[in-house]
Every structure is written in structure tokens, then in C-alpha cells.
């Protein structure tokens, strides 16, 4: 099976630290997203690629957060100097070109102490 | 301000009976809508989407209906099954950009009673 994975599945982290989360999409998808979730919330949109560009950043996106996906194939989510707010379910999906339909994966659970 | 809302945070139906999930939207440029159901510690499942340009789509048991001049849809699962016990939700594209962004509602848990 060739969904969409995620690593690490978990990670507790001290506030002030910085993290980085990474993401496989299926490999014949073009687009990627990044989703945030907290408890008892919907998924809230991060930010999206098309193969390498980043195409367009929510305000929930920080200058804290940033997003890349080199070569247009996995792409990392790094959180710097977390807070606990930052504590979430951190979703990524991906997407072929033409399909609205995205891909979830299991996401990586943040706890920030 | 939340452009999806599901305003019944949970659901409980007997095995073999209807369940009703109802999702309401406010921008007028949503045209393509989509249902997901997730389980715990899993990440959202694709269940079954429908264009503004329909006001049905059936996928076996499950079947969503679209209001538009309400801005209102619907998932009707029939017959409901134990194993669809889970948190669905609503989602949202806007218009001429499919496959972009997804706006979310925020849940509705389902348990389905044997």
C-alpha cells in the first residue's frame, strides 16, 4: 500500500525547542497539504504545494512555521520554538493535479510541554 | 468565522437504521463538498464527494443531497453498521480551484448501537 505517510507519529517536545515533521505523499500526486487539528476541531488548512512551489500559506502559518517540499516529492513542516498552543494533530494529504479528493495521512500528534 | 458548521456534535442510531448527518456553509463560493470519516489516531477517510452542479450522489450505502439555495447538505448512511461508529466530517472546495484547500466543519461523532 502507497498512501500517504507520516513520521513520527508522535512527539513531545519542550517549549522553546523546534521540531520538523515529514511527509510522503503518494508518489503520482502533485499537490501536498499540510492541515492542522486540535481536539474537537475540523482539520484547518496550513498551507499546499504544487509539486515544489508553495502556492498559498493560511494565517494560521506563523513566522514560526515553515513548509518545504524540495524536488517536489516529500516535504517537511518545521515548527521553530514551539509553544504550547502549537500542541495538535499536524495532517498531511496529498492530491493528484485535477482531483479535489485528498489523500490523508495518519498525521503526527504534537504535544508541547 | 466558521465558513462550515455540523451542528450536532454527536449521533447515536440503532444498527440497521438511517443515520442523518447535516453540514451547513455560508460562502456562496463553495461549489464542490466532500465528506470524510475518521477514526481515532487514523487520518481523515475520503467517503463520498458531490459537485454544486448535482443535488444527489449515491455510493452504495451512502448518499449525500446538496441544497444550494440553502447551503445545506446532507450524508444519509442506510443501512448504518456498527463498524461506521467513527467522527464525520464535512468539507468544502471553492470554486474554479478544485483540488485546492479544504475548509472543514468541526465533527459530528457517529455510534451506530448493535
Known amino acids: 500500500d502507497t498512501g500517504v505517510s507520516q513520521n513520527p507519529r508522535h512527539k513531545i517536545t519542550k517549549r522553546g525547542q523546534n521540531v520538523t515533521f515529514r511527509c510522503d505523499p503518494i508518489?503520482?500526486?502533485?499537490?501536498l497539504y499540510w492541515y492542522r487539528q486540535t481536539l474537537g476541531q475540523g482539520p484547518e488548512f496550513l498551507t499546499y504545494?504544487?509539486?515544489?512551489?508553495?502556492?498559498?500559506k493560511s494565517r494560521l502559518l506563523s513566522d514560526r512555521f515553515s513548509a518545504e517540499r524540495p524536488k517536489g516529492s516529500f516535504s517537511t513542516l518545521e515548527i521553530q520554538r514551539t509553544e504550547q498552543g502549537d500542541s495538535a494533530m499536524y495532517l498531511c494529504a496529498s492530491s493528484a493535479t485535477l482531483g479535489v479528493q485528498q489523500y490523508f495521512g495518519p498525521g503526527t500528534r504534537l504535544t508541547v510541554t | 468565522d466558521q465558513q462550515v458548521k455540523q451542528n450536532s456534535p454527536s449521533l447515536s442510531v440503532q444498527e440497521g437504521r438511517i443515520s442523518i448527518l447535516n453540514c451547513d456553509y455560508t460562502n456562496s463560493m463553495f461549489d464542490y463538498f466532500l465528506w470524510y470519516k475518521k477514526y481515532p489516531a487514523e487520518g481523515p477517510t475520503f467517503l463520498i464527494s458531490i459537485s454544486s452542479i448535482k443535488d444527489k450522489n449515491e455510493d452504495g450505502r451512502f448518499t449525500v443531497f446538496l441544497n444550494k439555495s440553502a447551503k445545506h447538505l446532507s450524508l444519509h448512511i442506510v443501512p448504518s453498521q456498527p463498524g461506521d461508529s467513527a467522527v464525520y466530517f464535512c468539507a468544502a472546495s471553492p470554486a474554479g480551484a478544485a483540488g485546492n484547500k479544504l475548509t472543514f466543519g468541526g465533527g459530528t461523532r457517529v455510534l451506530v448501537k448493535p
Open positions: 508518489s503520482e500526486h502533485n499537490r
Open positions: 504545494f504544487q509539486n515544489e512551489a508553495q502556492l498559498e
